[in-house]
């Protein structure tokens, strides 16, 4: 059993992509393509991540729940279930369509997974921003209005973005991230997204990319007014989000040091430094990466300089037997 899991990024050509992967995160990525997705931990029919041995064997992480599923996730955990979260890296250099993912109330009816997500903006440019919401007193019918006229930017929620920042975007809120935005996005294991708005953007056949306008507004939340963004804190743990798929926290760290995490058979973890090293036993997670802590192991972190981690947990929470 290993102390921590490792899996190997899937990279996804955007055109709102660019090459943040690169020169900020220091990836080795695709040349000559505009990375906007970074899939760090999927279990997706069509997508798996990936574990390599030390032998230079491999496993994805579907069979790697397969064959020890009480291990990594504990009692209680369905074998057949699909891992809970989806994390991503997001390079937006350009703006993404104004979107929309179904909330639990019209998801099955619609043939979708609900899809909640928390967005934490690692680093972004002078005149970045996000799309959340909607601004207070627009309604169903001025939205549609707004819609037509090609004016939806003076309906909807933005936010201007700054390195540090956090928001949690719940399924049925209309949303888009602007340009100049790098963001490590943790999610429902969903991919279901319907597009409302793209800017009068051409991909690159020169043909606008397809509208999903009558999906968007069965799903989309028109009480969903002016969510606030949660600022960076100075604080060693700060909470970012807390719902019903998982809980983030962000660790600051000042100085080296060590910091235990978990005990022994408990709750799974995902551990995402973010511009520094950490070490976990023998295991160096390098910044920008992604690790899984499972169930079975405990946890003691190895802070070798000052730096930030993402901590994701709660979105597995093993039933423990009582008898």
């Not at 032998?55 to 790697?64: A, F, H, K, V, Y």
């Not at 009816?109 to 921003?129: C, D, I």
């Not at 919401?133 to 936010?159: D, M, P, Q, Y």
Request: with cysteine; proline share 5%.
């Amino acid at each position: 059993m290993h102390k921590i899991f490792k899996f190997e990024p899937h990279y996804f050509e955007r055109i709102w992509g660019g090459r943040a992967l690169e020169t900020i995160l220091g990836r080795n990525i695709p040349v000559k393509q505009n990375i906007g997705e970074s899939w760090e931990i999927v279990d997706r029919d069509d997508c798996q991540s990936v574990l390599t041995h030390s032998d230079g064997e491999s496993i994805t992480l579907r069979e790697l729940l397969q064959e020890q599923h009480h291990c990594i996730m504990g009692p209680g955990w369905n074998v057949e279930d699909k891992f809970p979260v989806l994390v991503k890296w997001l390079d937006c250099r350009e703006r993404l369509s104004l979107q929309v993912h179904p909330p639990e109330s019209v998801a099955d009816l619609m043939s979708g997974e609900p899809k909640t997500e928390n967005w934490y903006v690692a680093h972004s440019s002078a005149q970045a921003g996000l799309f959340v919401g909607l601004k207070s007193g627009t309604t169903k019918e001025k939205f549609i209005k707004a819609l037509k006229e090609n004016k939806l930017e003076t309906v909807c929620h933005r936010i201007n973005s700054s390195n540090g920042d956090s928001i949690l975007v719940k399924s049925g809120s209309i949303h888009a991230i602007d340009g100049g935005n790098l963001i490590l996005e943790i999610q429902q294991n969903s991919d279901t997204t319907y597009r409302v708005y793209d800017w009068g953007r051409t991909g690159k056949t020169g043909c606008t990319r397809k509208l999903h306008i009558e999906e968007s507004l069965r799903c989309i939340n028109f009480n969903d007014f002016e969510p606030e963004i949660i600022s960076s804190e100075h604080s060693q743990v700060q909470l970012l989000a807390e719902c019903n798929h998982f809980r983030i926290r962000k660790f600051t760290f000042p100085e080296p040091m060590k910091l235990k995490l978990k005990n022994l058979n408990q709750q799974c973890m995902i551990l995402n430094p973010l511009f520094s090293d950490i070490s976990v036993g023998k295991e160096v997670i390098p910044a920008g990466t992604l690790a899984l802590s499972p169930y079975a192991e405990d946890c003691e972190v190895q802070i070798n300089q000052p730096g930030e981690m993402i901590l994701t947990d709660n979105f597995f929470i093993p039933q423990t037997n009582s008898n």
